[in-house]
């Protein structure tokens, strides 16, 4: 196993050979505004679909090592795609949530780890953008950087509070991106006298407390059967101080800059950067099925297995599947961040429907692929075929906690209650 402590300075590492599992060799942890193409009315999602040749040419690469390769990252950092929500005073692209989600289905379509790695980095730095202090802005985005910051917001760690900030520690697992982020953010339960601080809605407190990587040690231990190149290592972060502008809480943050989209909260961004990720794998599946059927012949079969009765008749079925879900995860995304963006606060309904629509639409990726998977036939032992990784990619994405089926028990109560208030036997506009 891995076990690598990264030195320097400070987080400004820059062309370091980065030996082993720990980080992606050749790269800048930090960008500056400069670098990048011109943010004013960038297409993010037309430029996501342009990096297909170089995310493909290099998604074997990704998985042999464990991480994005250095042309990968640099052709994301290039185009501005890990910034994309982040507020363009920042330096960022300043789009919404939707845009974000869409450019990562482009990213999946071509590479799911690929994909995976950009959903978590995007998710994590624009998080740090949105609801970290003065300080800690200063520190990541000041002097025209920007950052790409990764780690695990669930609370594997353990802080206590003192003058100024907190001290902190812990072990964590699934840092996805990792490898080439410069900040590391990791979920600390907040301790009093050796029990979790307790919220006035009777959840513990959990404080996400952002380091320099430097400050984090890599301990490797990701060798999954999917998503191997996203680099989701194990870390830890030792104890140390974190000053209170380089921390939020989970559950309670209000934005301190970018505007009223980030009311809708660490739980919207994440699961729209998820949905974005099974989406593309369940199109590229689709199409790569039809491109393999349409030559593929079998014992029985008195032409192209693409031309059978069968076959097109199941095809059709989870093509269909697959308009819905993805059309409804679009629509109720959608419709949370217009609400946002007019300083609408959304509905309990509103927000079960973003975990409703996630979670459903995981489990339709599922079935959708499986069918791909069936159908493709010899294609899917070789090992290093699309439809083989779409396969292993998939099998690992649905196992996330964000897509666990108890958000559906979760959930019920507000949705149920929509049609109770109808008289038409619909709900709200969400769905009517």
């Not at 290592?233 to 800059?257: L, N």
């Not at 269909?320 to 879900?325: E, K, N, R, S, V």
Request: charged share 20%; proline share 5%; net charge neutral.
């Amino acid at each position: 196993m891995l076990k690598e402590k990264l030195t320097g300075a400070d987080n400004q590492a820059t062309g370091h050979s980065g030996a082993g599992r720990g980080l992606t060799p050749g790269i800048n942890q930090n960008s500056t505004i400069t670098e990048l193409r011109a943010a004013d009315d960038a297409d993010y999602v037309a430029r996501a679909w342009d990096l297909r040749e170089v995310i493909e040419r290099e998604a074997a690469g990704a998985e042999s090592g464990g991480t994005l390769s250095a042309a990968v990252v640099g052709a994301l950092r290039e185009n501005g795609l890990f910034w994309i929500s982040v507020p363009r005073a920042l330096g960022g692209g300043g789009k919404g949530i939707v845009e974000a989600m869409s450019a990562v289905e482009a990213v999946a379509f071509a590479d799911g780890s690929t994909g995976w790695s950009l959903m978590a980095n995007q998710g994590a730095t624009v998080t740090a953008a949105a609801y970290l202090g003065d300080q800690a802005i200063e520190a990541m985005f000041g002097d025209g950087k920007l950052p790409i910051v990764a780690g695990m917001f669930g609370p594997a760690g353990k802080s206590r509070q003192i003058e100024g900030g907190y001290q902190a520690a812990g072990k964590f697992a699934f840092g996805s991106g990792c490898a080439h982020a410069g900040w590391i953010g990791s979920g600390m339960f907040v301790m009093d006298e050796n029990r979790p601080r307790m919220l006035p809605g009777g959840i513990p407190e959990v404080r996400v407390c952002f380091v320099p990587r430097n400050n984090v040690e890599f301990l490797g231990n990701w060798n999954p059967p999917g998503l191997v190149g996203t680099g989701s290592y194990d870390y830890a972060v030792a104890d140390q101080f974190v000053s209170q502008d380089f921390t939020f809480e989970r559950t309670t943050i209000e934005p301190k800059r970018g505007g009223p989209l980030f009311t809708l909260g660490l739980a919207a961004i994440g699961a729209s950067g998820h949905a974005g990720v099974v989406i593309g794998l369940m199109r590229r599946a689709l199409t790569e099925i039809v491109v393999i059927t349409s030559g593929k012949k079998r014992p029985g079969y008195p032409g192209p297995v693409g031309e059978h009765d069968v076959f097109k008749h199941q095809f059709t079925l989870h093509e269909a599947a697959y308009q819905a879900a993805r059309n409804y995860a679009y629509r109720v995304f959608t419709e949370a961040e217009t609400h946002a963006l007019e300083g609408t606060a959304l509905t309990p309904e509103q927000r079960e429907r973003l975990r409703q629509a996630t979670t459903w639409l995981h489990q339709v990726a599922g079935e959708v692929v499986r069918f791909c998977h069936l159908w493709a036939g010899s294609e899917i032992v070789k090992k290093d075929s699309p439809i083989s990784r779409l396969s292993r990619d998939m099998a690992v994405a649905t196992q996330h906690v964000v897509v666990d089926p108890i958000t559906l028990v979760a959930g019920a109560p507000a949705i149920m209650d929509s049609w109770r208030k109808s008289d038409k036997g619909t709900p709200n506009r969400t769905v009517g």
